[in-house]
């Protein structure tokens, strides 16, 4: 027999470029570890309800009443559900053509639509319409499908921030584009220096790459901090004068944990600026359900809202929506739960408010503590997490532990994140899987460990830390990139 069409050799190219460093080397080491027995702290991924956060209650109630509608006709239905989580169970199913196991139109149920809309409206101010909005499975899936849209061939590229988070590497890569990194400026927090952005853009088309769109992550994954009023304007501006579309991931907008910066959106600012830019800039923005302080990831919820899009273009989009046929039902009123959430005054809001706010209240005090413990460790330098999930510490990796690493075939942040999770089981992501400047090594880790577990964590990260720097240090003094 002859190669066959799924032999390794003959698969699609741009199939095997695809790196997703998040389920890469470690990963898969962890895996191996835990079923031999040894305790993996899972802190590779924005994962809340692994690591011990509890689901929200109202939203569980009325999606358990929507699974089970032969809950509704029970006599005694009011003495385990309260009323609100009754009625709101009630709305949701009115709007589907046969209740969670039909097909809902392939662009997500009109009613959660309209209510993403109202959402938008509330937050930013300026009316939106929901004809513009598609739910999708997840943020990634949307973010996916706009890619698809944009990238013709290699001779496309997108911006994208480094370090990033690897759904857009893959993703372009799996489409066939070209990345274009621009660098966020780790000295003045992550922030984005937009001359950088010219010489990137200017590099790409020298390289006879045409630019077509620029993605940004507001709050930053994985560097967690969040973009200034001041820097989305010229953000925005910049894809004005360069004819860019903007992809706005916009997914950690509830995770803020600071007061000076707090989220704003891209569309806000655009519709501040007014035109011509409020109606020439095309933006997509996207949102989910696994973040913030729901964290439901595996219920897979998101949307994207189209700004300035042409309707051919939408009318293109929504056929490649419906080559899926529907999103995710299930997830879908998990999304309109989020969006129009309960009210004072309702029956269950009191628990709703002591539930999210103490979430929060407790990722803003875990993101000082795992800020602090980085930062008092050797050779170890790490911003403050301003919003998002993650802490992005940068590793001051002395040359003996470089060519250690050389030798045994690593990646120096690889094989820092190897020995880590063999000696304390903590299981992170090494920097070079999001991108970082040469010579420069990160790891990302959540901050989504229990709050009471947070204080043993850094501790074992400390001790194993020092002690792998004394083992290669000799005389050896580093300065922060």
Known sequence: MGIKALDYETLNENVKKVKYAVRSELYLRASELQKEGKKIIFTNVGNPHALGQKPLTFPRLVVALCQAPFLLDDPNVGLLFPA????????????????????????????????????????????????????????????????????????DGVLVPVPQYPLYSATISLFGGSLVPYYLEETANWGLDINNLRESVAQARFKGITVRAMVIINPGNPTGQCLSETNLREILNYCYQENLVLLGDEVYQQNIYQDERPFISSRKVLMDMGPPISKEVQLVSFHTVSKGYWGECGQRGGYFEMTNIPPQTVDEIYKMASISLSPNVPAQIFMGLMVNPLKPGDISYKQYLRESKGILESLRRRARLMTDGFNSCKNVVCNFTEGAMYSFPQICLPPKAIEAAKKAGKVPDVFYCLKLLEATGISTVPGSGFGQKEGVFHLRTTILPAEEDMPEIMSSFKKFNDEFMEQYEDNWSHSRM
């Open 84 to 155: 609100d989580a009754i009625a709101r169970a009630k709305h949701y199913l009115s709007m589907t053509s046969g209740g969670l196991g039909a097909y809902s139109d392939s662009r997500g149920l009109p009613g959660i639509r309209k209510e993403v809309a109202e959402f938008i409206e509330r937050r930013d101010g300026y009316p939106s319409d929901p004809e513009l909005i598609f739910l999708t499975d997840g943020a990634s899936k949307g973010v996916m499908q706009i890619l698809n849209c944009i990238i013709r061939g290699q001779g």
